[in-house]
Every structure is written in structure tokens, then in C-alpha cells.
């Protein structure tokens, strides 16, 4: 069974940093492509940042220059450093992987911006 784990999230004041990470294991094929999309209350759940095996990025224009989003392949953990945070990006971060044809997704973690 794939799990996903995402650690990082946490409370921090706004201009501050954090940094996501999220695991994968369970299956013995490595993700395609791994991702972090956030939902904020009462929104939709939004594209992050999202990271292919073989590195190529993309990024939301809302974090873009502000988020970078890694991997380690050999781990299957990506991670995502959150830097010049703003109240708006308070929300539940979730991690995302594809693996095979498949959509495997994390239970997410809760990142607040304090103004």
C-alpha cells in the first residue's frame, strides 16, 4: 500500500520560512512526478509546485521566486522550501505523487502565516 508522510508544516510569522517534506513508500516503482498543492478554507485545492524524475519544475505564480520545490529520488521524498511566507499562503499543504498511472496523495499539513 503507498503512503505518503508529510512533515514541516507548522505556524510562523509572516516573512518567515518552512520547509515541507513528504516520503513516499509502499511500492516498488518511484514516482513519475511529485507535488504539493494546498486548499485554504473555503477554496479550492490549488496547484504548488510540482517536480518531475527528471527534475523539471513547475510552479504557481502566486509562489513562484518564493518556493522551491526538490527532490531526492533516491529517498523518494520531495520537499518544498517555503521562504518570504504571506498570511495567504496559510492553508493544509498536500503532498502529491504519480506513480505508475496512479494519483497518490498525502493527509496534508496544516502551514498558518501570522501577520
Known amino acids: 500500500q503507498v503512503q505518503l508522510a508529510e512533515s514541516g508544516g507548522g505556524l510562523v510569522q509572516s516573512g518567515g520560512s518552512l520547509r515541507l517534506s513528504c516520503a513516499t513508500s509502499g511500492s516498488i516503482f518511484s514516482p513519475k512526478a511529485m507535488g504539493w498543492y494546498r486548499q485554504a478554507p473555503g477554496k479550492q485545492r490549488e496547484l504548488v509546485a510540482t517536480i518531475t524524475r527528471s527534475g523539471n519544475t513547475n510552479y504557481s505564480d502566486a509562489v513562484r521566486g518564493r518556493f522551491t520545490i526538490s527532490t531526492d529520488n533516491a529517498k523518494n521524498t520531495v520537499y518544498l522550501q517555503m521562504n518570504s511566507l504571506k498570511p495567504e499562503d496559510t492553508a493544509v499543504y498536500y503532498c502529491?505523487?504519480?506513480?505508475?498511472?496512479?494519483?497518490?496523495w498525502g493527509q496534508g499539513t496544516q502551514v498558518t502565516v501570522s501577520s
Open positions: 502529491n505523487a504519480i506513480i505508475v498511472h496512479y494519483d497518490y
